[in-house]
């Protein structure tokens, strides 16, 4: 995923009411869209650097975008948007072995009690497989973790891919971390622990948990290697890390 035209540079003043933010470019402060709907722990402290998108449309009232932030040196992208686009890039190009083998897919398809599932994937001599796509951002020590504030929504869509993996399909979750400094994925169960409980009671069930890294900069976003998934690991070895002190 290019980013076309390029990326403006700005500084965080302040991000607010979820989906705004205020960014000082060249001496100027301007609100900008903050498409990303969670809590953004650790990725909104003012005075961060941070680079904005221009949309071309003129009927939008917010013309700028928050694309990536810049964290203890490592590009972060925020736009949680983006998290389908790369992971349809990544099917087209047979990136996800666990996926290979599927010869289509639609987005966006009803299933379950009114849910859409965002990827269906078809092929011949294959079961139907089942794919909801999570966007990650936070990171606590080396590994990325999900989510970073309660989300009932995602743990209503872990209950549909267990009913569809009791009824015969392939149930896939996969977290795309949009940050490349992280060696693992574990889930949060501190920030939510219902929904560590269901992405554990879904694993058990045969829901496939799987995580991949990103590779951001400035130009660009693209799929990076497979994270380990480390259950149940997440709070407890953070709060280790940031306690411990620096190693002697």
């Known amino acids: 995923m ?35 709907p969670g809590s953004m722990m650790g990725l909104a402290e003012p005075g961060s650097p941070v680079w904005l998108s221009r949309s071309a449309n003129p009927a939008r009232k917010l013309a700028l975008t928050w694309e990536l932030v810049e964290v203890k ?6 736009n949680t948007g983006y998290a389908n686009r790369l992971a349809e890039e990544a099917l087209g190009r047979g990136l996800i072995p666990a996926m290979a083998g599927y010869q289509s897919w639609r987005r966006e398809v009803a299933y379950g ?13 294959r079961p139907l497989c089942y794919v909801e796509v999570k966007s990650v951002t936070l990171a606590r020590g080396e590994a990325a973790e999900f989510p970073d504030s309660v989300t009932a929504r995602g743990t209503r869509h872990l209950k549909e891919l267990v009913e569809m993996r009791r009824l015969g399909a ?43 890294g990103c590779r951001v900069s400035r130009q660009g976003i693209e799929l990076g290697g497979a994270l380990p998934f480390l259950p149940g690991m997440a709070g407890n070895r953070a709060s280790l890390l940031q306690n ?5």
């Open 73 to 78: 040196g490592t590009l972060v992208g925020i």
């Open 170 to 212: 392939r149930s896939v979750m996969l977290f795309l971390a949009q940050r490349q400094d992280c060696q693992s994925f574990a889930v949060a169960g501190d920030i939510d622990p219902a929904y560590a409980a269901a992405l554990a009671a879904a694993s058990g069930a045969g829901v496939e948990i799987l995580a991949y």
């Open 2 to 36: 290019i980013f076309d035209p390029p990326l403006l540079p700005g500084r965080l003043v302040r991000r607010y009411k979820r989906f705004l933010a205020d960014v000082e470019i060249e001496g100027r402060v301007e609100t900008v869209h903050c498409a990303n």
């Open 113 to 125: 009690a009114g849910a859409r599932i965002d990827f269906l994937l078809t092929g011949p001599d």
């Open 244 to 248: 411990r002190g620096p190693r002697p």
